[in-house]
C-alpha cells in the first residue's frame, strides 16, 4: 500500500462523505473486509479523487450518473450527499436528475429523484413545488 496515497484518499473521503461515515466504515472493518476498505480508499479516494484534474464538484456529478446507471441507490444516495457537500447546487442536481433519466431509463429516474428528495428533506432544503411550472397535459 502506497501510505501517502491512502492519506491523501482518507482526507478525500472525508471531505466528500464526513468524518462519521468514514469513521463507522474504517470502525465495521474486519479481517476480511479491510483489505477492501483499504483499497477503496488508496485508489478510489486517493489516486481517482486525489487527482487535481477535476475539481471534487465535478467529480460528484460524474459518480452520480454512473451509480445511478449502475441502479446502486445506496451508494448514490450516499454520493447525492457528497455531491451536495461538494458545492452542486440544487438545480444543478435537479438538471443531473433529469439526464441521468433521459440516458439511464426513466424508473432508474424515478429512483434518482426519490432519493435525492429524502436527502433534501432531510437537510431541511427541500424545494417547494411550484405547480404553476408544471404543465398541464
Known sequence: MDTERFAVGEQRRRDVLGNEYVDQSLRNADAFNRPFQELVTEYCWGECWGDPTLVPRERSLLNLGM???????????????????????HEQLRAALIQIAVYCGIPVGVDCFRVARKVLAEQNAAPSIDSSSIREQ
Open 67 to 89: 451509480i445511478a446507471a449502475l441502479g446502486k441507490m445506496h451508494e448514490f444516495e450516499l454520493h447525492v450527499r457528497g455531491a451536495l457537500k461538494n458545492g452542486v447546487s
